[in-house]
């Protein structure tokens, strides 16, 4: 495990200095008995050797987005061990059977990590008081068997919610092709329910969902929803299935007004910007069918005004122009289907949002703001204007407010 901390090594790690004196590490009577490293950006994996630690107690490793790889066998070794938190890596594969070695075990947790497959039969551990699985890549069917047993044994037994299922993909229409769509998974009585951008589609409730004769007006977000009778209050998804049709013309002319008003030649990133390659793959944007629904371009160099045409987008509900150099106008007020906006660190004045009546965040702090009427604004519930010019704003009490109400 190459052992890269925050600050260069973890501490006296891997040095000739006394083991008890390395980050982390607790020594007793000449045995290791704790490691505890935590959010310190270790990066590589865990080793097989980690087995030969058999006076460990505790072994806590976790928030290390940088250790991957599968959790060895040779961790059942651990017999005297009490306490394993592996929460929040990049751990995956399946959990090896050996962890049923683990009789002295009270806390184990794997959640936030992208483990999959059949979970060993932990019943076999009968001190545990603590199990959290949650945000892995289980499904029903890896753990429905012990169900029952670990609701009733295991005080504190966490198990949702679960990550997605199956990969994210995207299809780009082709009028009149046929189009099915899979939902991967096991468990016993399943069912599923197939949405359209959200919205459930009638009588689709098979882990198969087939468009016959595909038109334009079936260009939309997809996913499922899978439910089991024996795992009652866990809902396993679909990751998203994008079936893109031909972009609206006025969301790609908005797009291409903006990159030309504000140097978009001399943008950070502008990947596939003005080019003939589909708007859903010009950095920055997400498209829904055939409209654009986020705008992020945040810390991207953009200069100049906002050309009045991005009112055009009136399906976004996205937009992020925060740290950039835009001054002047900032014109959404055709942008109806805003729920979030963030034009922070510019230097814009005036901002009108009395027609967003769905913004739920707005941050505008550091510009050249003088007034901010968020009357209308009901559904809001972050706002940030500090360090602006603002001597009034609609109503008082939320000038400067930064959190929510």
Sequence with gaps: MQLMGQIGLITNWNT???VDTWFGVTVDNGHVTE?????NKLVGTIPPE??????LTWLDIYYCRGITGSLPKEIGQLTNLEDLTLVG?????NIPASITN????SYLNLGDNYFSGKIPDLTQLPLLNDLILYYNNFDFGDF??????????IPNFYYSPMRNLDSEISYDLVIGNNYSMTMNDNGTGVTYQWYKNDVAISGATSKTYTINNIQISDAADYTCKASSPIITDLTINRSIIHVYGSISSNDKNALIDLYNATSGDY???NTNWNTSAPVHDWYGIKVRGTRVVELNLTGNHLLNNIPSSIGNLTEVTLINLSYNDLYELLDVSQNIALINLYCNN??????DVSQNTSLTQLNCKINNLNSLDVSQNTALTYLNCGYTDLIRCKPKYRFNYFGSW
């Design 16 to 18: 000739n200095a006394p």
């Design 35 to 39: 490691i505890n490293l935590v959010e």
């Design 50 to 55: 980690i087995g030969n630690l058999t006076h």
């Design 89 to 93: 890596n990049r751990l995956s594969g």
């Design 102 to 105: 683990l009789t002295k075990l």
């Design 144 to 153: 429905e068997n012990e169900f029952i047993t670990y609701k009733n044994t």
């Design 267 to 269: 943008w950070i990133n």
């Design 346 to 351: 510019n230097q814009l004045s005036p901002l």
